[in-house]
T-cell receptor, first 113, second 112 residues
Framework: EDQVTQSPEALRLQEGESSSLNCSYTVSGLRGLFWYRQDPGKGPEFLFTLYSAGEEKEKERLKATLTKKESFLHITAPKPEDSATYLCAVLPRGSSNTGKLIFGQGTTLQVKP | DGGITQSPKYLFRKEGQNVTLSCEQNLNHDAMYWYRQDPGQGLRLIYYSQIVNDFQKGDIAEGYSVSREKKESFPLTVTSAQKNPTAFYLC???????????FGPGTRLTVT
């Protein structure tokens, strides 16, 4: 069964303390992996798309990487405004999941000043 | 500004009433989606539409209905048959099926 697992569920960091969020996936072929940021009470905001192992994308303090089994969202020197829930979603390849995203449950990040 | 709008932001209904949630996009995207988000659960797909005048059931379509008569609009009706309708509803769109999805601000529905 296709599955996406994010860890940790919650993460507390001090401002400037770098860390990584993990997204592990089990799918029958990967067509794409997406990262989103969601603030409380709002819709998810698209961050990155990764398509193949070894690919990396960067945006400000965020860097997403992809291997054959997992993706990491690295946060360098975070600021309080980076506090949010980060969602990972996978688009499997194959007939049983034609184009439907599978979302993880998210990692809630809190950055304290 | 291009984007996705959902209205209203908050919606309250009595049990047994049908309610329609609005979703409009001016991004010229072909594909549109409806998700439901509950605390402690990932986003779950209700319905999706790859192109105007066509739509398909997602993973939790029971008690919901949609229409796609215009490219820019994809309204969701929550019927009285939906057993647990209180949730945060998110509409999304993508250029084409399988591309990255862009989300609207959401509608929080409370049914009492």
């Amino acid at each position: 069964e296709d599955q996406v697992t994010q860890s940790p569920e919650a993460l507390r960091l001090q401002e400037g303390e770098s860390s990584s969020l993990n997204c592990s996936y089990t799918v029958s072929g990967l067509r794409g992996l997406f990262w989103y940021r969601q603030d409380p009470g709002k819709g998810p905001e698209f961050l990155f798309t990764l398509y193949s192992a070894g690919e990396e994308k960067e945006k400000e303090r965020l860097k997403a990487t992809l291997t054959k089994k997992e993706s990491f969202l690295h946060i360098t020197a975070p600021k309080p405004e980076d506090s949010a829930t980060y969602l990972c979603a996978v688009l499997p390849r194959g007939s049983s999941n034609t184009g439907k995203l599978i979302f993880g449950q998210g990692t809630t990040l809190q950055v304290k000043p | 500004d291009g984007g996705i709008t959902q209205s209203p932001k908050y919606l309250f209904r009595k049990e047994g009433q049908n309610v329609t949630l609005s979703c409009e996009q001016n991004l010229n995207h072909d594909a549109m989606y409806w998700y439901r988000q509950d605390p402690g659960q990932g986003l779950r797909l209700i319905y999706y539409s790859q192109i105007v005048n066509d739509f398909q059931k997602g993973d939790i379509a029971e008690g919901y209905s949609v229409s796609r008569e215009k490219k820019e609009s994809f309204p969701l009706t929550v019927t009285s048959a939906q057993k647990n309708p209180t949730a945060f509803y998110l509409c999304a769109s993508s250029i084409a099926w399988g591309d990255e999805q862009y989300f609207g601000p959401g509608t929080r529905l409370t049914v009492t």
